[in-house]
């Protein structure tokens, strides 16, 4: 008797063309560190009085999938999850945010016991990037979808593109005002930024599945850590100044830029933790801005 080990098991996706349904084709490997998909079920319950205190009825309601994908941002192995977390498409290597939504099917696969489960109508409902020194930059992809099917067949695979994960000592990080130029800063010791979509499922009479996923807003909240070494950063919380904010990671050959060009720093908190450096600690939000038409603007290299 086998049982499915972590280190035996893929993940693939392929795009759909319709909501739901797995088109024909061969899938894509997909670079993973971890991840959480799964498919739940709703109770419904009978609310009947027995005389002997038991229940008689519990039935599953409504089914949707979900869990998260964590992995090594890269160059091009994302790039349609990125799409799909900002509901548009790269023009000219670049990416705003936008209203078409694209879907996935994913297959989980465990080749020890050849296993799969596939995931139907997935898309990235929440995404976020953490940056630090001394990491590999990290993206985690917070997917909701319609479904999920079990299969002993594994689904043709196409390889990954084998690109080396973006790191934090290949980029930059830079500050400034709004429609200006950004001063790269040297002091900045974090950041982490979460795009939220709130993509969830329209459950209809008949179906246990949705039809359907509804979303909302693309909010865009993210932190930033920097050494204290002057008033210049609190000032921008202190005077509600309007900030526009760029971060470049990369692989030593490849990079991306995730620029905010119109953010608002809404706190700057600078605690003594012991008798080494001060550091702020800084939230901020991104905002459209009318010359960039976007909240963030995301650029790979050519």
Known sequence: MAFAQGSRSSLSFIVESTFGT??????????????SLNLTKD??????????RMPRVD??????????????????????????AMLSTFSTDVLKVGTTPKFFSIEDYAADIDQARLFTGMTVSTMGI?????????????????????????KTQDAASGAAPFDAYSGTLAIGNVNGTPSTSAIVTGMDFT?????????????????????GRAEIEGTISAYFEDAALINRFLNETETELE?????????MKFAFPRAKI?????????????????????????????????????
């Open 22 to 35: 797995t088109p024909a084709g061969n899938f894509t490997n997909l670079p993973f560190s971890t991840h």
């Open 195 to 215: 795009l939220t979509n709130s993509f969830a499922p329209t459950f209809v009479i008949g179906s246990d599945s949705a039809p359907q996923l509804e979303v």
């Open 130 to 154: 953490s940056l630090a020194p001394n990491q590999m930059v990290t993206a985690t992809y917070g997917m909701v979808g319609k479904d999920m099917t079990m299969s002993a067949t594994e």
């Open 247 to 255: 971060v470049t990671v990369g692989d030593g050959s490849n990079t």
């Open 43 to 52: 109770r419904v319950a009978g609310t009947d009085i027995q005389s002997d």
């Open 59 to 84: 039935r599953h309601g409504n089914r949707q999938a979900a869990g998260d994908i964590v992995a090594d941002l890269r160059d091009a192995d994302y790039d349609v999850f990125l799409e799909s």
């Open 266 to 302: 809404n706190s700057a908190d600078v605690g003594v933790d012991g008798p080494t450096s001060r550091v702020i600690s800084m939230s901020f939000v991104a905002l459209y801005n009318t010359t960039d038409a976007s909240n963030l603007v995301i650029t790979r290299s050519a």
